[in-house]
T-cell receptor
Framework: GENVEQHPSTLSVQEGDSAVIKCTYSDSASNYFPWYKQELGKRPQLIIDIRSNVGEKKDQRIAVTLNKTAKHFSLHITETQPEDSAVYFCAAVYTGTASKLTFGTGTRLQVTL | DVKVTQSSRYLVKRTGEKVFLECVQDMDHENMFWYRQDPGLGLRLIYFSYDVKMKEKGDIPEGYSVSREKKERFSLILESASTNQTSMYLC?????????????FGEGSRLTVL
């Protein structure tokens, strides 16, 4: 089955700096890669996703890049703000029959003033 | 706005008790999921269901069962709770199969087994 590794497990940045979270996956057939954000005490929510037919996707201050050859994808947050502090989860799945979404182990991002 | 509601936010049970965790969604989604969240281990899939009365095992189904008698309701059952089942349990629903589109999560049920 799919295995997703996520690094780092914790990340502290100063407000205004950029943050990068990296994930690698094992199944070369995986073709959908979402990112979820979970604020303290809240439910995880989808913030951005990318499919394997594109290499990069942006949404305001967040972007995701995908390198299919190396089997890794990354979340980039620019101009970080205190409200970006949360746990971020990457995930991967092959969107075929009987496939399951596999999550990474999470990255706790702390944005300090 | 999709709403996924888990009936209990906090539960404390004793070893050997039977535990029911209830989840209801209001968006007519076909697909529902139960995840377990533990620090350092991420979100792990316990069971999922893509239709009423249908269920499929996820990655860690041992010690759990599920029930889906109605489309909007998906229950997780611990037949005989054990201390290693102390965890946060998250229910989710999705319009898409097997989490290939957005998953809408409930707020979680934190279970402590003594």
């Amino acid at each position: 089955g799919e295995n997703v590794e996520q690094h780092p497990s914790t990340l502290s940045v100063q407000e205004g700096d950029s943050a990068v979270i990296k994930c690698t996956y094992s199944d070369s057939a995986s073709n959908y890669f979402p990112w979820y954000k979970q604020e303290l005490g809240k439910r995880p929510q989808l913030i951005i996703d990318i499919r394997s037919n594109v290499g990069e996707k942006k949404d305001q201050r967040i972007a995701v890049t995908l390198n299919k050859t190396a089997k890794h994808f990354s979340l980039h947050i620019t101009e970080t703000q205190p409200e970006d502090s949360a746990v971020y989860f990457c995930a991967a799945v092959y969107t075929g029959t009987a496939s399951k979404l596999t999550f990474g182990t999470g990255t706790r991002l702390q944005v300090t003033l | 706005d999709v709403k996924v509601t888990q009936s209990s936010r906090y539960l404390v049970k004793r070893t050997g008790e039977k535990v029911f965790l209830e989840c209801v969604q209001d968006m007519d989604h076909e697909n529902m999921f139960w995840y377990r969240q533990d620090p350092g281990l991420g979100l792990r899939l316990i069971y999922f269901s893509y239709d009423v009365k249908m269920k499929e095992k996820g990655d860690i189904p041992e010690g759990y069962s599920v029930s889906r008698e109605k489309k909007e309701r998906f229950s997780l059952i611990l037949e005989s709770a054990s201390t290693n089942q102390t965890s946060m349990y998250l229910c989710a629903s999705s319009l898409w199969e097997l989490g290939t589109g957005e998953l809408f999560f409930g707020e979680g049920s934190r279970l402590t087994v003594l």
